[in-house]
T-cell receptor, first 114, second 112 residues
Framework: AQSVAQPEDQVNVAEGNPLTVKCTYSVSGNPYLFWYVQYPNRGLQFLLKYITGDNLVKGSYGFEAEFNKSQTSFHLKKPSALVSDSALYFCAVRDMDSNYQLIWGAGTKLIIKP | ETGVTQSPTHLIKTRGQQVTLRCSSQSGHNTVSWYQQALGQGPQFIFQYYREEENGRGNFPPRFSGLQFPNYSSELNVNALELDDSALYLC???????????FGPGTRLTVT
């Protein structure tokens, strides 16, 4: 079965510092991976995806993610954090064996301190 | 381009009642998925509709049902509401030619 793990419930970063939010996955075939962000009382916003190609994927709001097949990871990164980046971040993998439904991680709360 | 919209924004129902939530998909999208998100948790897949047919379902009982209309808008119906059904219900649309889903703002359902 496909699965996604976000090992950190919360990540604290000082404004201006680089940030990393971790995600590992387990799939039987080629992974289709996604990052979404959720602000309080809001729906989820698509940040970026990896389907194939370059292992470094660039997305919205200056975020990027690095796909590492050997480590089965898809960590979200940003070179310089902003206070406005504080939100809940979800990693998801598309289940290619089950009508393409998205399997979600539990989420990581990112707190950027001024 | 109009994004995904959902109605109502908030809803309060009594245990045992029935509820219908509505979703309008983003222009050009023919696939709609519904998710339940409990407080502090990730979304849980309920089901997906593609061109008016259900083509995927998560681990939810039959009292959760849905429809997709010719204009690709969708409804989620929940019968015999239980207290545990209290959650944020998210609708997401996507194009069959792309892979990312775009989400509406959600409907907050409270069952008392």
């Amino acid at each position: 079965a496909q699965s996604v793990a976000q090992p950190e419930d919360q990540v604290n970063v000082a404004e201006g510092n680089p940030l990393t939010v971790k995600c590992t996955y387990s799939v039987s075939g080629n992974p289709y991976l996604f990052w979404y962000v959720q602000y309080p009382n809001r729906g989820l916003q698509f940040l970026l995806k990896y389907i194939t190609g370059d292992n470094l994927v660039k997305g919205s709001y200056g975020f990027e993610a690095e796909f590492n097949k050997s480590q089965t990871s898809f960590h979200l990164k940003k070179p310089s954090a902003l206070v406005s980046d504080s939100a809940l971040y979800f990693c998801a993998v598309r289940d290619m064996d089950s009508n393409y439904q998205l399997i979600w991680g539990a989420g990581t709360k990112l707190i950027i301190k001024p | 381009e109009t994004g995904v919209t959902q109605s109502p924004t908030h809803l309060i129902k009594t245990r045992g009642q029935q509820v219908t939530l509505r979703c309008s998909s983003q222009s050009g999208h023919n696939t709609v998925s519904w998710y339940q998100q409990a407080l502090g948790q990730g979304p849980q897949f309920i089901f997906q509709y593609y061109r008016e047919e259900e083509n995927g379902r998560g681990n939810f009982p039959p009292r959760f049902s849905g429809l997709q209309f010719p204009n690709y808008s969708s409804e989620l119906n929940v019968n015999a509401l239980e207290l545990d059904d209290s959650a944020l219900y998210l609708c997401a649309s996507s194009s069959s030619l792309a892979y990312e889903q775009y989400f509406g703002p959600g409907t907050r359902l409270t069952v008392t």
